[in-house]
């Protein structure tokens, strides 16, 4: 309840900064659903889950600016605590334990492995990575003989995607501290069966 009643906070700030309307009120946060907010006489946003997006246009500038202002709880910071730590050169990754555990996977073959996100940012949301990491810590650091390789996930990937998300779905790479890159063993995301906003 504490931090439904801080979103609302937080999302009150950002009419303002958006719509420069003053909010008249903010209603009071229950234990059931949370209720859809009435911002002012003028102006009434609501969301969408089936949609997946505000349906006004302030509302849609508003979307956007509450996407770009806040990303996934601490993994700005995880992905600072690692390059910090100089994670792109070390010799194992949270990946390796992955690896090794034998899992269910979503996908195998000799070259890699999908399997979902233990930290989900959508209904469908599946990591693809090599078996080998062999320096491939980041895209931005790829090596030329390491184009076969970087194919083969974009085309996993995009198979995973086509198959669990038909109505579309988004590939994503991280790369560096200020791409959100927590773990240096390259690995493509797939995410879907929502619909995507922009920016990210």
């Not at 309307?21 to 969408?48: D, N």
């Not at 003989?145 to 974009?154: E, P, S, T, V, Y």
Request: glycine share 8%.
């Amino acid at each position: 309840r504490a931090m439904q009643a801080r979103g609302l906070r937080r999302l009150s700030a950002l009419v303002r900064a958006v719509s420069g309307s003053p909010v008249k009120s903010v209603p009071s946060v229950s234990s059931s659903a949370l209720p859809v907010p009435r911002l002012s006489s003028e102006l009434s946003v609501s969301f969408s889950p089936a949609a997946g997006a505000w349906d006004t246009a302030v509302g849609a500038r508003l979307y956007s600016a509450q996407a770009c202002a806040s990303p996934p709880d601490g993994e700005v910071e995880r992905a600072a605590a690692a390059a910090q730590a100089g994670e792109d050169t070390a010799p194992r990754t949270v990946f390796d334990r992955v690896l090794a555990s034998n899992q269910d996977w979503v996908h195998q073959d000799d070259l890699c492995v999908a399997f979902n996100d233990i930290n989900p940012q959508a209904p469908v949301h599946i990591l693809v990575i090599p078996r080998d990491r062999d320096g491939l810590t980041q895209m931005s650091k790829a090596r030329q003989d390491q184009a076969g390789i970087l194919g083969h996930l974009m085309m996993v990937a995009s198979r995973l995607g086509a198959s669990k998300c038909p109505q579309g779905f988004r590939i994503v790479v991280n790369d560096g501290k200020e791409g959100a890159q927590s773990v240096y063993h390259l690995h493509v995301h797939v995410l879907g069966g929502r619909q995507m906003g922009w920016p990210p």
